[in-house]
């Protein structure tokens, strides 16, 4: 009997849960049929219902109402057969960090009773694939980012499966990593004739997708070839050169102007999407030019057409602080150094940043950036060099510079016990604020990050989006001069990170100083300079331009930022011993 052409489907799939006294629907009604031997995308905001539509295709939920079916078997009778079938690979897959990467895959070999006979050769084409060939006895807590996520998809497919899913799996992963873990993923789709079905918040790998299926709130918007989605959107998308007052000042006048819905920043440039039939913005100084639209400008256009945009409820106004001095050096390394052992994780680092300026440090998994910023925290001390922030010696002065400023660090760190309203009365009074002051700062965070409603919710339910809002006012609570993000908007939605990038151009425009790492490509462009470090090593700084610049080829196109970034730390690895 020949297989199924159609890999999964789902037919009218509703699921609610219940949090506390709140009833959240995670999916109503949704409808999709996906064919053999294609990759296929789940796109949305978060809490669109990505995982847990996830989740029933994988037998691990049984919807409320509906059908699922998966390579033939009901996905809620048959659960069990379903999941003996597949490969999943959930947002935090389990690795053993205390086990070696061979003894990872060993284990997970005997939890999907691989005959040992086949072990072998499974193992070596799949280290082969991943590149993990040459560090299986290297314990997986040791490996970086990119390759942790290397190995869990290994395990995943120890026993190779039809259909695999994906769930975001190439969050907090760098660019040249993401570049491998979708060569691998279409590499399994053509040797293997696997079925692919992944969810992910960078739309540029949406892109890539051979079909796409967006979904808000639940609900299933729109599904196609991403290049059909974008097609309509020809005419409704600009780019913007110039303006006198500078690039995030041309934003938020493209933002207010009448019939835009989207603006950008792309290095120098903003980058528009305007209303249907509406006419490109006349902005003052700027020079508007009609450009190819992309998959994100369909994306936008079509949550702005639901009314889930939040760019109108951002509320930006910020304390500038008195005596503004553009000029001012406020972070200051000279010939930083960090030693763990005899590893080198910086070495003769040297940079500074001025007052009110953002700063963005780029890098490979492991090349150095968060032991960087934990050393201009005061959290770690330098084993040599030199460290200034706010005018003090971090060598005497950790402690005072650290009342200067604020720090968001890579994963959630908050009280998730506490309630929002708890985590920042909290702050409020671990910075010292007391009295009619407190009051106030308290009233600013729950008011100015759109979190009342949210006010008495324990921290660890809320989503992904709201967590990044309660983590930067909690580091905004004392009116820091710098703040530190350590990549901030790691698995947040596209629309998530434009109302954060928004909050950080209203502080820099306030004078507030901006130091921050990321994995994501465009939110580089957002920034004033760059530093790109590899193997705890600068390679360039620059500004986004002259970064590009350095990759571009004789009579190519124009590099983009990540293919900027991919040549150099390709050119760094070539010379290097």
């Known amino acids: 009997m020949s297989a199924p052409q159609a890999v999964l489907e789902i037919a009218g799939a509703a699921k609610t849960f219940h949090a506390g006294k709140r009833v959240v629907r995670a999916l109503r009604g949704v409808s999709l049929k996906m064919d053999r031997g294609l990759v296929m995308g789940l796109v949305g905001p978060d809490g669109a219902g990505k995982t847990t539509l996830m989740r029933l295709a994988a037998g691990l939920l049984a919807p409320d109402e509906g059908r699922i079916t998966v390579l033939g078997l009901d996905a809620t009778r048959q659960s069990l057969e379903v999941q003996a079938s597949l490969g999943y690979m959930p947002q935090r897959f389990g690795l053993y960090e205390d086990l070696s990467v061979q003894e990872n895959l060993e284990l997970y070999a005997d939890l999907q009773g691989v005959p040992r006979a086949e072990r072998a050769a499974r193992y070596a084409e799949l280290m082969k694939m991943t590149g993990l060939a040459p560090f299986t006895a290297r314990l997986a807590g040791r490996l970086s980012g990119g390759m942790k996520q290397k190995l869990g998809l290994a395990c995943t497919l120890v026993r190779a499966p039809q259909l695999l899913l994906l769930d975001e799996p190439t969050v907090g992963v760098d660019p040249v990593s993401r570049r491998e873990l979708w060569q691998i993923v279409y590499r399994l789709v053509k040797s293997e004739g696997m079925s692919v079905l992944l969810s992910t918040a960078y739309l540029d790998e949406a892109e890539r997708c051979d079909r796409v299926l967006l979904l808000h709130e639940g609900e299933a918007l729109e599904e196609g070839e991403p290049a059909a989605l974008s097609a309509p959107m020809r005419g409704r998308c600009f780019l913007a050169h110039g303006g006198s007052a500078g690039k995030r000042a041309l934003q938020e006048a493209a933002l207010r102007a009448p019939g835009v819905i989207d603006a950008l920043i792309q290095g120098a440039d903003v980058r528009l999407v305007t209303e249907e039939g509406a006419a490109p913005p006349a902005l003052e100084g700027a020079r508007v030019e009609p450009v190819a639209p992309r998959f994100e400008d369909a994306f936008v256009a079509l949550l702005h057409e639901r009314k889930a945009s939040r760019a109108e409820s951002v509320k930006t106004s910020v304390h500038e602080h008195e005596n503004l001095r553009r000029d001012e050096v406020v972070i200051e390394v000279r010939g930083a150094q960090r030693r763990f052992g005899d590893f080198y994780a910086v070495k003769d680092v040297s940079f500074e940043v001025r007052r009110g300026e953002i700063f963005g440090l780029l890098g490979a998994n492991g090349a150095g950036k968060s032991t960087t910023f934990r050393m201009l925290c005061g959290l770690l001390p330098a084993s040599a060099g030199s460290l200034r922030v706010a005018g003090v010696d971090l060598r005497r002065g950790a402690a005072a510079a650290r009342a200067r400023i604020g720090y968001m660090s890579q994963k959630f760190s908050l009280y998730g016990n506490l309630s929002v309203r708890q985590n920042v009365e909290f702050f409020a009074g671990a910075y010292g604020l007391a009295g009619a002051r ?56 596209p629309l998530a990170r434009r109302e954060f990038w928004r909050r950080i151009n209203a502080l820099a425009r306030g004078g507030v100083t901006v130091l921050v790492t990321t994995h994501f490509m465009e939110e580089a462009e957002f920034c004033d300079c760059l530093a790109i470090m590899a193997a705890g090593e600068i390679l360039a700084t620059g500004n986004p331009s002259e970064i590009k610049g350095r990759a571009r080829a004789a009579g190519g196109p124009e590099p983009t930022m990540e293919d900027a970034f991919i040549r150099l730390i390709e050119a760094a690895a070539e010379v290097s011993p």
Do not use: N
């Open 438 to 493: 407190r009051s106030e700062r308290v009233a600013w965070a729950l008011d100015g990050f759109d979190l009342p409603e949210a006010a008495d919710d324990a921290s660890a339910e809320l989503a992904l989006g709201y967590k990044q809002r309660l983590a930067m006012a909690c580091a905004l609570m004392h009116e820091p001069e710098i703040l530190f993000l350590d990549e901030p908007t790691s698995g947040v939605d």
